[in-house]
């Protein structure tokens, strides 16, 4: 059975069109399809005028001329943060609630839009008395907690653009980023709560800045109290300086293509990738989508994104978008199981959560914990979901919709990257017919189309190609930092200067509805993170015993993939079983951070390269993902793959 009939067999009887209910009070209507075909320049041009407060407007639109670099909004000035917080106090909500905070030991705060103001002009204080000014960049290395929002904001305030690196990452994986982007200050916390526990974040941050490093003042937030080294010229504490720092700051307006944000993703080499985003434009994607697809009413809703801040996804739909549109959110800073499994389902049910937004990987994990769980609570104020991050398979879709979608809230699976700032391919969740397992469409404003191997775009059902975007959106990347031609070389070559190469495989069904089928490059997707197979293989071949590495992505039933390594040792060095694979794990670990740990690694003698030395790593998946092993005429040498095998089925 093809994964289409299948899902139409799960899905028949169910209604996949939305409610008229909900179809009235949606703030995505049809007519914006049209608008958008009918004057693209214009209808963006209308939807940033109407999101975003700009203090000089702009005078062109669009200025593609220098493709692939676009502007958006030319000559238009606005400022992130007072769109983000001050306009909503200005208008006359300032107490409304900005954020419910809930910490993992259960410690709440609320936050509302005048509080957040005041936090936000402080923080900008504080940062511009220890020497940042605007286009400075400022690294933050912090847990889920409000400070973390009103950090980044506070950069935005200035113009001092900020780069975000999860708390996951090692520090070794930090100080390349810092170097990378050449950051003055990193704003960092003592530790944070995981699982019940307290886990450091600050020795990090030391060990990033030791030695060279262009980095000035460390500002640490004390959050879980745990003893800190503490170096006074450079450590300043957040209690400290931004308490005590004045709550009032004019927020200064910024061009339109001013530097918001960098922040690193995996690529298809070793070094991550800065993806670097403006103001304008990102600003208006997020806000948009925010509102058409998140369908974000902020008078009523209560919305929760789970992601992290560390990822794209909490720049844009935990502080951007949310923000600029006024609405009343939900921040968790835990774990999901912790202390129990049920805690996302008690949060829905204590703060009334009506529009949630999460990751497939999340979802399988409470489908293999059980339906009781969710049983468990009121989950009944939830009236949309959504989806991002990794296909979502049509089981765990229609897992998610009646578990806790009470069987008809709409979903949204929406695709989207790093590099493009914004949800660019989703249903609008008051037009849409849903297709379970697909993203289905690009929205009002977007075009996308599949091309063939030979870069002929195509609409036969179920034929596989790659996905492209055929027009410039605002919330474009607009390059790799300090890299012009790595931007141009990743992005607008594959295919030529006409369409954005996004890395991942797509077909259309019967009905044309996009489904995606994950990327085709050699990046991983591990629970909705990119992973770069180069990155975790350079981090192996840095440990004294490794000659050499492969990496691969096999299916895994709850991440979507894992990581799966085959090494061959250096002579001399000796193979102690599991001994040396822990060890070889806990060094990814180390020099990446725990996300990157191979779920298994295999001790080879050889690996299987083509005559021009490539490694075949299709064929390493089919061993790692336990099938038998396709072509190897490529092979230079054909019986590698039978040594492998034979290594493997003894025990190795
Ligand atoms: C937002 C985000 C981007 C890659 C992307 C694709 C995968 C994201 C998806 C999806 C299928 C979806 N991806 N959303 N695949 N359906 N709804 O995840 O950004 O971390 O840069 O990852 O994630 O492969 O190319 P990022």
């Keep these: 059975m093809s994964e289409t009939s299948q899902t ?31 004057d693209f320049e214009g209808f963006w041009a209308e939807q940033s005028r109407e999101r975003i407060s700009w203090s000089k407007d702009f005078d062109q639109t669009l200025d593609w001329s220098g493709a692939p670099f676009a502007k958006w909004f030319v000559g238009g000035e606005l400022n992130a943060s007072y769109n983000c917080v001050d306009r909503h106090v200005d208008a006359g909500n300032g107490d409304r609630v900005a954020i419910h905070f809930e910490g993992e030991g259960g410690d709440t705060r609320t936050i509302t839009y005048a509080e957040l103001q005041r936090d936000v002009a402080k923080a900008a204080n504080a940062l511009e008395s220890l020497g940042v000014s605007k286009g400075d960049r400022v690294a933050i290395y912090l847990p889920m907690i409000p400070e973390a929002v009103a950090a980044m904001l506070a950069c935005a305030r200035i113009g001092a653009p900020h780069s975000v690196v999860f708390g996951g990452f090692s520090a070794d994986a930090l100080r ?85 944000f960098i922040l690193y993703t995996s690529g298809t080499t070793g070094k991550p990738k800065g993806i670097f985003h403006t103001t304008g434009g990102y600003l208006t994607q997020a806000a948009y989508t925010n509102s058409v697809v998140h369908d974000v009413h902020p008078e009523t809703d209560v919305y929760w994104c789970t992601a992290d801040i560390g990822w794209v996804t909490g720049h844009s739909y935990i502080v951007y978008g949310p923000l600029a549109n006024g609405a009343t959110q939900v921040i968790y800073e835990g774990t999901p199981d912790t202390p129990h499994q049920g805690r996302w389902w008690e949060i829905v049910q204590k703060y009334g959560v009506t529009i949630l937004y999460t990751a497939p990987t999340a979802i399988r994990t409470f489908m293999k914990w059980g339906d009781d769980i969710p049983a468990k609570f009121d989950l009944s ?39 493009t700032g914004g949800i660019m391919i989703s249903p609008l969740p008051g037009v849409t017919e849903l297709e379970p397992g697909s993203a289905q469409k690009p929205i009002p404003g977007i075009s996308a189309e599949i091309l063939d191997d030979e870069g002929q775009p195509f609409t036969e059902a179920e034929k596989v190609g ?12 607009r390059g790799i930092w300090g890299d ?53 293989e350079s981090a192996l071949v840095s440990h004294p015993t490794v000659a050499e590495a492969a990496v691969v992505g096999a299916s895994d039933e709850t991440t979507g993939q894992a990581v799966v390594a085959f090494v061959i040792l250096r002579g001399g ?48 998946r089919d061993v790692a993902e336990n099938r038998e092993v396709g072509d190897v005429t490529t092979l230079a040498d054909s019986s590698v793959m039978n040594l492998i095998k034979e290594g493997m089925s003894a025990g190795k």
Excluded: C
């Design 176 to 260: 390349t980023r810092i170097a990378d982007a050449e950051a003055k200050l990193v704003i960092t916390a003592d530790g944070q709560f995981r699982r019940g526990k307290t886990a450091p974040l600050k020795p990090a941050v030391d060990a990033a800045v030791d030695g060279e490093s262009t980095v000035e003042k460390v500002l640490v937030v004390q959050r879980t109290k745990d003893d800190v080294d503490w170096n006074d010229d450079r450590d300043v504490w957040w209690h400290d300086v931004v308490d005590s720092a004045s709550d009032q700051h004019e927020a200064v307006a910024h061009d339109s293509e001013h530097p918001l």
């Design 8 to 38: 139409t067999s799960q899905t028949e009887g169910r209604d996949l069109a939305p409610t008229p209910e909900f179809a009235e009070q949606a703030n995505g209507k049809a007519e914006l399809y049209d608008a958008a075909a009918a």
């Design 484 to 536: 012009e031609e790595r931007y141009k070389e990743t992005y607008w070559s594959r295919f030529g200067e006409k369409y954005y190469f996004a890395g991942d495989g797509a077909k259309y069904d019967e009905k044309g509805n996009i489904w995606l089928l994950g990327r085709v490059d050699d990046v991983m997707n591990v629970s909705g993170h990119r992973l770069s197979t180069a990155e975790i």
């Design 381 to 419: 104020s939830l009236r949309l979901l959504g989806s991002v991050g990794e296909p979502i398979n049509p089981e765990a879709w229609l897992w998610y919709r009646k578990n806790i979608g009470g069987g008809s809230a709409p979903i949204v699976d929406t695709w989207w990257q790093t590099e």
């Design 466 to 477: 790659y996905l492209v975007l055929t027009k410039p959106w605002p919330g474009m990347l």
């Design 573 to 620: 060095a000796e193979d102690h079983g599991d001994e040396t694979v822990q060890e070889l794990r806990n060094h990814v670990a180390k020099e990446i951070g725990p996300i990157a740990k191979p779920r298994s690694i295999m001790v080879v003698s050889e690996l299987p390269k083509t005559r021009s030395g490539k490694i075949m790593r299709r064929l390493l």
